[in-house]
C-alpha cells in the first residue's frame, strides 16, 4: 500500500504531500512501534522529498523537519552507545533533555526509561531513581514507558516505600492503583 501511496505523489509531482507521507510514516514508527532507526530513515525521505518540493513557508519546514533529525539522529546515537559507552549514552540523553524542542521529534519518556532501564540492569539504583524522580518531575506518565514491577525495586532497592513515595496525586489516571 505505501509503495502504491508513493507512486501516486510522485507522479502527481505532489512532492510536499509525498513529505507529509513520510514524515506521518516516522511518525507511526515512533508512536506504534518505538522504531527510531525507521523513523529517521522515512523522515530523511521527508526531508529529500521537501527539498525540492515548491510550497508555502518552505523554509520554515525545511527547518522544522531538520531539526526534528537532528534530534532524532542523536537519540538513535545514544542508544547505539548503550554496549561500547553507556555513559556517553547518559551524556547524550541529558543534553537531549535540556533541548527545549525535544518533544517536537521524541518521546521524552523514551530518553529517560532508555536511561532508567540502563541504570537498572547495571544495578545503579540510585541513578535510576534519580531519573525516575526527574520524569515524574516533568509530569510524565511513567506506565507507557516503564515497567511497573521495575519502579517499584528502584524504590525498594532505595530503601524507599514505593507507595508512600509515589503520591496518588502525580499518578495519572490510567495508573492509580498500580503502587
Not at 529517521?40 to 520554515?60: S, V
Amino acid at each position: 500500500m505505501m509503495k502504491t501511496i508513493i507512486a501516486f505523489y510522485t507522479k502527481a509531482s505532489a512532492l510536499e504531500q509525498l513529505s507529509g507521507f513520510y514524515d506521518s510514516c516516522a511518525q507511526v514508527e515512533i508512536d506504534e512501534y518505538w522504531d527510531y532507526e525507521k523513523a529517521l530513515g522515512a523522515m530523511r525521505e521527508a526531508l529529500k522529498h521537501l527539498t525540492t518540493a515548491e510550497c508555502t513557508n518552505w523554509e520554515d519546514k525545511l527547518e522544522l523537519l531538520s531539526n526534528r533529525i537532528k534530534i532524532v539522529e542523536k537519540f538513535v546515537e545514544a542508544r547505539g552507545f548503550i554496549k561500547t559507552n553507556p555513559k556517553m549514552m547518559i551524556d547524550v540523553c541529558s543534553n537531549l533533555l535540556m533541548n527545549p524542542d525535544v518533544d517536537t521529534a521524541i518521546w521524552v519518556g523514551d530518553v529517560y526509561a532508555q536511561m532508567i532501564e540502563y541504570c537498572y540492569e547495571s544495578k545503579n539504583m540510585k541513578d535510576a531513581l534519580r531519573f525516575l524522580n526527574d520524569m515524574k518531575a516533568r509530569k510524565i506518565v511513567v506506565n507507557p514507558y516503564l515497567d511497573l514491577e521495575m519502579v517499584e525495586n528502584i524504590y525498594w532497592e532505595n530503601g524507599i516505600n514505593p507507595t508512600a513515595s509515589w503520591r496518588r496525586d502525580d499518578i495519572d489516571e490510567d495508573i492509580k492503583g498500580e503502587f
